[in-house]
């Protein structure tokens, strides 16, 4: 069935370090592939998208690639800063949005 | 534009007592999505609404969970009885055109 694994965490990174944060995902069709960004005390906002094999969303430094022949999308970003700290959602549509367990990210001075 | 808006933001109840959450999605948003959040998980899908009538509520517990919207715009979200186990974030979200937007979710405590 479908199904969303990302990578678990939690994730501690000094700032301007780089992170990667995997996500691979089962589903059959042609999904759209998402990452999801959880501040703290806040509901989810949605960081990059993509919508097609080989697109690649990105946004406020961070960047995710569609891979279609290794069904992944991991997330990306060259230098953490400290309000990057936050819980990371991969997911994508089918008949309905599919959630991964969410990577905890804590970036520290 | 305006998000989608959820209250109430935070509730405290006692085991076995009724709860009752509200969310007005997006203008337009003809598709309505309400999920469950425990904590150190992802969201869990209890229903999906498109316009008024409900597209998949597989993940919902009837016996206890109920949702409607009316007119196809604000949704309830209801639990009567409550247990322990309810306790979690709950999220509304409102999509056009396979991308969804989140309400800032309303935390419920069961004590």
């Known amino acids: 069935g479908n199904s969303v694994t990302q990578m678990e965490g939690p994730v501690t990174l000094s700032e301007e370090a780089f992170l990667t944060i995997n996500c691979t995902y089962t589903?059959?069709?042609?999904?759209?592939l998402f990452w999801y960004v959880q501040y703290p005390g806040e509901g989810l906002q949605l960081l990059l998208k993509?919508?097609?094999?080989?697109d690649k969303g990105s946004n406020k430094g961070f960047e995710a690639t569609y891979r279609k022949e290794t069904t992944s999308f991991h997330l990306e970003k060259g230098s953490v800063q400290v309000s990057d700290s936050a819980v990371y959602f991969c997911a994508f549509t089918g008949n309905q949005f599919y959630f991964g367990t969410g990577t905890s990210l804590t970036v520290i001075p | 534009e305006a998000g989608v808006a959820q209250s109430p933001r935070y509730k405290i109840i006692e085991k076995r007592q009724s709860v009752a959450f509200w969310c007005n999605p997006i203008?337009?948003?003809?598709?309505l999505y309400w999920y469950q959040q425990i904590l150190g998980q992802g969201p869990k899908l209890l229903i999906q609404?498109?316009?008024?009538?409900?597209?998949?509520d597989s993940q919902l517990p009837k016996d206890r969970f109920s949702a409607e919207r009316l007119k196809g715009v604000d949704s309830t979200l209801k639990i009567q009885p409550a247990k322990l186990e309810d306790s979690a974030v709950y999220l509304c979200?409102?999509?056009?055109?396979?991308?969804?937007?989140f309400g800032q979710g309303t935390r419920l405590t069961v004590v």
């Open positions: 979200a409102s999509s056009l055109e396979r991308e969804a937007f």
């Open positions: 589903a059959t069709g042609y999904p759209s």
């Open positions: 993509a919508t097609k094999a080989d």
């Open positions: 609404f498109q316009n008024n009538g409900v597209v998949d």
């Open positions: 203008s337009g948003h003809a598709t």
